[in-house]
T-cell receptor, first 114, second 113 residues
Framework: QQQVKQSPQSLIVQKGGISIINCAYE??????FPWYQQFPGKGPALLIA?????SEKKEGRFTISFNKSAKQFSLHIMDSQPGDSATYFC?????????????FGTGTLLAVQP | DSGVTQTPKHLITATGQRVTLRCSPR?????VYWYQQSLDQGLQFLIQ???????AKGNILERFSAQQFPDLHSELNLSSLELGDSALYFC????????????FGPGTRLLVL
């Protein structure tokens, strides 16, 4: 119940295309869903985040779509660029109190071909 | 650059040894988080400190311990090291204690031989 399942494991997209990464969760107590971007040799960086009372959030070319009933959320990268090539992690906050933590998905390696 | 600093960048040691990883949070951030990133386990939350006090605990082994000092820097101590402890260890920081908007450091790569 504390897992966040992420797919696909890897993704190749042409420049200008749309990249879509999906995540699913079981625990309905999760209350905060961020996406992190990680370049090789660097730490993860917060990209965008959403709460379950909102169905969509857009920041520039990045959009989170959230489906509370299906317990799924996804990251859409519009007009994908080679500079977007990185590993993307979804996460969910849960546990509550002293066990509150971010639970990360397994990551998606995105390659945007020029 | 996130503003979070971690030292050392790389660490090579032997099984059974003890090491200390250091983290300085962004200026003004009161929370420090420690994560372990390995190929088989992914990114795992270890522990959180907020303003010097332990706030939340994740999958941290008993051989591992951490603390946050009055100047808000934090140290993660790993003892009786095993081969399986080889991983990237990240520190992150945030202003509040709610685990949102975390800024990650560049990590310490630990190799246990």
């Amino acid at each position: 119940q504390q897992q966040v399942k992420q797919s696909p494991q890897s993704l190749i997209v042409q420049k200008g295309g749309i990249s879509i990464i999906n995540c699913a969760y079981e625990n309905t107590a999760f209350d905060y869903f961020p996406w992190y971007q990680q370049f090789p040799g660097k730490g993860p960086a917060l990209l965008i985040a959403i709460r379950p009372d909102v169905s969509e959030k857009k920041e520039g070319r990045f959009t989170i779509s959230f489906n509370k009933s299906a317990k799924q959320f996804s990251l859409h990268i519009m007009d994908s660029q080679p500079g977007d090539s990185a590993t993307y992690f979804c996460a969910a906050r849960g546990g509550g109190g002293a066990t509150n933590k971010l639970i990360f998905g397994t990551g998606t390696l995105l390659a945007v071909q020029p | 650059d996130s503003g979070v600093t971690q030292t050392p960048k790389h660490l090579i040691t032997a099984t059974g040894q003890r090491v200390t990883l250091r983290c300085s949070p962004r200026s003004g951030d009161l929370s420090v988080y420690w994560y372990q990133q390995s190929l088989d386990q992914g990114l795992q939350f270890l522990i959180q400190y907020y303003n010097g006090e332990e706030r939340a605990k994740g999958n941290i082994l008993e051989r591992f311990s951490a603390q946050q000092f009055p100047d808000l820097h934090s140290e993660l101590n790993l003892s009786s090291l095993e081969l399986g402890d080889s991983a990237l260890y990240f520190c992150a920081s945030s202003v509040t204690s709610d685990q949102e908007t975390q800024y990650f450091g560049p990590g310490t790569r630990l190799l246990v031989l």
